[in-house]
Structures are given as C-alpha cells and as structure tokens.
C-alpha cells in the first residue's frame, strides 16, 4: 500500500466518513501501529486499515470506533473533532513560546573524580582559572531573567560545583533578588563527595534541590568514578543520606551512566536504587562527548547491546511492578507522556524542533553560552558549531538569534527531515542535531546510520507491542505517562 495518495482519495466517500492525517508502520505481520498530528495512535490488523483508507469500514466496527475516538477520521459524530485536533497540537507546541526553562551554569571545570566516560572535559581541583566570576555570573543571570518562560530552574553543573560554592550563594542570592515575579529553582548537580552540614544549611534556606550520580553496586561505581580513596561509592551514599536528612527525601535525585562493565548488570543496578529508596531510574547510554569519545568508551559497546540492556532493565522493572513494588524508568516515561498526553515533557533529546536554546541553555565558567551541555562539550573537542556567543560580549538577541541556533534547529526539525517525515513515531521522537554533528558531523545524518534513530525506534516498536501484549504492562505505562505519576 502506497503511503501517498491524491487529495481526492481522501474525501468523503459512500460510507462518508473523511481521513485526517496519519502514518503508519508494520508492528508484525498482522497488524500496523498508525499515529497522528496529536501524538495518538492505534493498533489495528491489515485488513482494517486497507479498510479504512478505502472507505469501506463498517461504522459499528472496534476499529472504526477507536479510530473516531482518536481523531484518524472524522464522521457527522464526531464533534468538535478538527477543533479537539487543533488544542492538542497547540498544546504540544506551547512550550516554544514559554523558552528558555532550564539555565545551566558551569561554575567551575575543576572536579576531584576522574571519570573516564566523563561528558565534561575536567581540570585538576587546582585551577582557579577555570572557575565563573562574579561579573560572568551577573551577566548570565540577567540572560536567564530575560527568558519568556514564567518558571526558570537554574543548575549548577561542574566539573564538581562545590569546588566553587561561593559563586553558587552569589547567583541565588543575585537571581532572587532579580527574578521580580517570575518562579526561579535551583539545582545542584554534584557528585556529592564535599557535601557538608553547612552547604546542606544554604541548600535548605534556599529550597535548593540536588541531583547526583549512581552508577550501580559499590565495585561498578567505584569503577566508573574514580576519585582518590577510591570510594565514590561511599561518598555518594553517604551524601544522598545527608541531604534527604537536612532537606527531605525527595531533595535528591541520581543519574547513572551505563558502561561496559555495567551491560550485564542492569538488575543489580537496579537493586541498588530500590536499596537506596530512589522511585525510578534512567537507563542512561554513554553519550559520544568529552572523555567518552576522547577514550573511544563511547566505542565501547554498540547500540544493540544498549538495547538489550534496556529491554533487560525494562522487564525487570516491569516484574518488580507486578509483585506490588512501585518503580519506573524515567526515559520510557518521558516517551510515555508524548504517547498518552498533549505536553510534550521538554526532555531536549526528545524533542522536535530540537529543544537546544529552547528548553535548556548553559553558560560556560568564561562565559560562552551554549544551546546545550552536549554542545558544550563538542567545543571542548574543538567542534565550535554550537558556539552562540559570549555573555560579556554579546547580547540576549545576538544569542538567541544567532545562525548557529537556529540553523540546526530549522535544518533538523524532524517532520521535514527524509525517512522522519515518513515515520510513524516521528511524534514521540526528537530532533537532537548535537548528537548527529558529533557523531556524523551533520545536523540531520542518514538515519539508517543514526544510532539515535536505531534506538528510539526500538524502544518505540518495544513499548508498543509490550502494550499490546500484557494488559498490565498497558495500564502501567499509562500511569507512568500521566504527569507526575
Ligand atoms: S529518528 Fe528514526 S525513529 Fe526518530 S522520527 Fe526519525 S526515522 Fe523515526
């Protein structure tokens, strides 16, 4: 069946019902996933779908049914059908208009770890010179004041953050006393090794929430995050106590980054975040920056065995829920919420147009901005294409205007992009040019090529059939994709 038929083709025929616009993709041999405009879709078998471009579906059918209730045709029932079309959309795109909601301040690039899959190129811990100034720092607020969202959440990312404390109280204590209505939160992203009583005291003050690093079990972590004493492990999980004692259990939230070593571990890993009372995880690939690609670990494993790893991970996850112990992964969940509701959650991976520059920015410690951290990290590889300016230099429209941001987003806007364009779970996907610059040294690349295409479409054909296929599986993702589940 072809997927391009003339406009005629497409109007009101002898069962008057009209089609709106859709795609589809074979799921097996029996039956096709179709999606729509509103991120909607439906699994319906071979012959219901050449029935329903032909016309000729019976009205009182399941599948004509759930195809009216999804907005694949319209009929005289169906009311409001193209105006309920129309909301969705719009709501799915209306976080264009309240950007920039994430600011990234790079407070300094010292850190004490050594992590080799580390996204950021490091210094020793005793180079002040790589750490923001106060008038960086100014300038970098005023950028994240003037943002059009209404809530901002500024974070503070390193190197290690807490080697340069001091400029973190001084942007909290500027932003706040700069933010006039609009809602600014703050996050510390550390590796939690100098945490103390007196930072944790700010931290409360000023409701301010911290994200740190997990790994897995103490031989994975220590492994991964080498610092010296060789007790990572034991810095973090005594960090992650110490801030749920001074600001609540939910103050803390970790990241893990899969390695090598961690392929054939995922249950254990797992085990270790319900051990230490996390409510998810995110399976999260290595990604090809900073140190990652510079010791080729990013080479270290191919994006099948990444798959396998998270399916693994993913059925494990899927059994804890059936014996009653409540547990998510947080990509699935984000994919989830493109599925099952109109807002599109601003997880700038998965995002089209790509979410560099709108959901997030980062403010280098000399001042650079870049659309993302990804890209910051290309520059420290010596790719500058993501460079958008200066903070002491330039101003908030030569940033935000400037060709090096909207080129990419323009030229790798999924829904024009060939084979995008075509497939079926464009609308769950995301645009992400850094990926494809770093890796292919083009904003869009072939995506029989992309590794970001053979895994996104994976997960998608994998989530669906599971759905598909166990009716718990179905009612748990739908939780996981409601807001705040
Ligand atoms: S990257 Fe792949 S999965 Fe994503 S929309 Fe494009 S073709 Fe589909």
Redesign the pocket.
């Given at each position: 069946m072809s997927k391009f038929q003339s406009v005629e083709f497409f109007k009101k025929k002898k069962n008057e019902y009209s089609l709106l616009p859709f795609r589809f993709e074979r799921l097996d041999d029996q039956r096709r996933v179709l999606t729509n405009l509103a991120g909607e879709y439906l699994v319906i078998n071979e012959g219901e779908l050449k029935a329903f471009v032909n016309h000729a579906l019976e009205e009182q059918s399941d599948a004509y049914i759930n195809l009216r209730a999804k907005h694949f045709l319209i009929d005289e029932k169906s009311e409001m059908a193209k105006e309920l079309l129309e909301i969705k959309l719009r709501t799915k795109y209306s976080n264009l208009s309240e950007f920039t909601a994430l600011h990234m301040f790079v407070v300094t690039l010292r850190c004490e770890h050594s992590c080799p899959y580390c996204q950021v190129s490091r210094q020793s811990d005793d180079k002040l010179k790589f750490d923001m100034t106060e008038e960086i720092a100014d300038k970098a607020i005023d950028f994240a004041l003037r943002s059009p969202a209404r809530a901002i959440k500024i974070e503070f990312q390193g190197g290690e953050p807490l080697l340069n404390f001091p400029i973190i109280q001084y942007v909290v204590e500027e932003a706040n006393r700069r933010k006039n209505d609009k809602n600014v939160s703050y996050v510390i992203a550390t590796n939690l090794a100098l945490i103390d009583k007196n930072i944790l005291k700010y931290c409360k003050e000023k409701s301010i929430q911290i994200s740190t690093s997990l790994d897995g079990p103490e031989d994975l972590h220590n492994n991964n995050r080498p610092r010296p004493g060789k007790n990572s492990y034991e810095k973090a999980i005594s960090g992650i106590k110490m801030v749920r004692e001074y600001l609540g259990v939910d103050a803390v939230s970790a990241l893990m980054t899969t390695t090598r070593s961690s392929l054939n571990r995922v249950k254990e890993i797992i085990d270790e975040y319900l051990d230490q009372d996390m409510e998810g995880i995110f399976l999260r690939p290595l990604s090809p920056y900073g140190f990652a690609l510079k010791t080729k670990s990013f080479k270290a494993y191919g994006v099948e065995e990444w798959n396998k790893f998270y399916e693994q991970g993913l059925e494990y996850i899927i059994e804890l829920n059936k014996k009653g112990v409540e547990f998510k992964e947080y990509y699935t969940a984000t994919i989830l919420a493109k599925m099952f509701t109109s807002q599109d959650p601003g997880y700038v991976d998965l995002m089209s147009p790509a979410g560099i520059g709108i959901s997030a920015i980062i403010y280098n410690y000399d001042g650079v901005v870049y659309p993302s951290d990804e890209s910051r990290m290309l520059a420290e590889m010596g790719d500058h294409s993501f460079r958008l300016g200066n903070v002491l230099t330039n101003s908030y429209e030569e940033i935000f205007l400037n060709e090096a941001l909207l080129g990419p987003i323009e030229e790798s806007f999924?829904y024009s992009?060939p084979?995008?364009n075509e497939?079926a779970?464009?609308d769950y996907?995301g645009a992400d040019p850094v990926f494809h610059h770093g890796v292919h040294k083009d904003f869009v690349a072939r995506?029989p090529e992309?590794q970001?295409?053979n895994r996104?479409?994976t997960i998608?054909m994998y989530l669906i059939n599971r759905m598909e296929s166990d009716q718990f599986v179905k009612e748990l993702f739908m939780k996981w994709g409601q807001p705040h589940a």
């Amino acid at each position: 069946m072809s997927k391009f038929q003339s406009v005629e083709f497409f109007k009101k025929k002898k069962n008057e019902y009209s089609l709106l616009p859709f795609r589809f993709e074979r799921l097996d041999d029996q039956r096709r996933v179709l999606t729509n405009l509103a991120g909607e879709y439906l699994v319906i078998n071979e012959g219901e779908l050449k029935a329903f471009v032909n016309h000729a579906l019976e009205e009182q059918s399941d599948a004509y049914i759930n195809l009216r209730a999804k907005h694949f045709l319209i009929d005289e029932k169906s009311e409001m059908a193209k105006e309920l079309l129309e909301i969705k959309l719009r709501t799915k795109y209306s976080n264009l208009s309240e950007f920039t909601a994430l600011h990234m301040f790079v407070v300094t690039l010292r850190c004490e770890h050594s992590c080799p899959y580390c996204q950021v190129s490091r210094q020793s811990d005793d180079k002040l010179k790589f750490d923001m100034t106060e008038e960086i720092a100014d300038k970098a607020i005023d950028f994240a004041l003037r943002s059009p969202a209404r809530a901002i959440k500024i974070e503070f990312q390193g190197g290690e953050p807490l080697l340069n404390f001091p400029i973190i109280q001084y942007v909290v204590e500027e932003a706040n006393r700069r933010k006039n209505d609009k809602n600014v939160s703050y996050v510390i992203a550390t590796n939690l090794a100098l945490i103390d009583k007196n930072i944790l005291k700010y931290c409360k003050e000023k409701s301010i929430q911290i994200s740190t690093s997990l790994d897995g079990p103490e031989d994975l972590h220590n492994n991964n995050r080498p610092r010296p004493g060789k007790n990572s492990y034991e810095k973090a999980i005594s960090g992650i106590k110490m801030v749920r004692e001074y600001l609540g259990v939910d103050a803390v939230s970790a990241l893990m980054t899969t390695t090598r070593s961690s392929l054939n571990r995922v249950k254990e890993i797992i085990d270790e975040y319900l051990d230490q009372d996390m409510e998810g995880i995110f399976l999260r690939p290595l990604s090809p920056y900073g140190f990652a690609l510079k010791t080729k670990s990013f080479k270290a494993y191919g994006v099948e065995e990444w798959n396998k790893f998270y399916e693994q991970g993913l059925e494990y996850i899927i059994e804890l829920n059936k014996k009653g112990v409540e547990f998510k992964e947080y990509y699935t969940a984000t994919i989830l919420a493109k599925m099952f509701t109109s807002q599109d959650p601003g997880y700038v991976d998965l995002m089209s147009p790509a979410g560099i520059g709108i959901s997030a920015i980062i403010y280098n410690y000399d001042g650079v901005v870049y659309p993302s951290d990804e890209s910051r990290m290309l520059a420290e590889m010596g790719d500058h294409s993501f460079r958008l300016g200066n903070v002491l230099t330039n101003s908030y429209e030569e940033i935000f205007l400037n060709e090096a941001l909207l080129g990419p987003i323009e030229e790798s806007f999924a829904y024009s992009v060939p084979m995008c364009n075509e497939c079926a779970f464009e609308d769950y996907c995301g645009a992400d040019p850094v990926f494809h610059h770093g890796v292919h040294k083009d904003f869009v690349a072939r995506k029989p090529e992309s590794q970001f295409c053979n895994r996104n479409m994976t997960i998608f054909m994998y989530l669906i059939n599971r759905m598909e296929s166990d009716q718990f599986v179905k009612e748990l993702f739908m939780k996981w994709g409601q807001p705040h589940a």
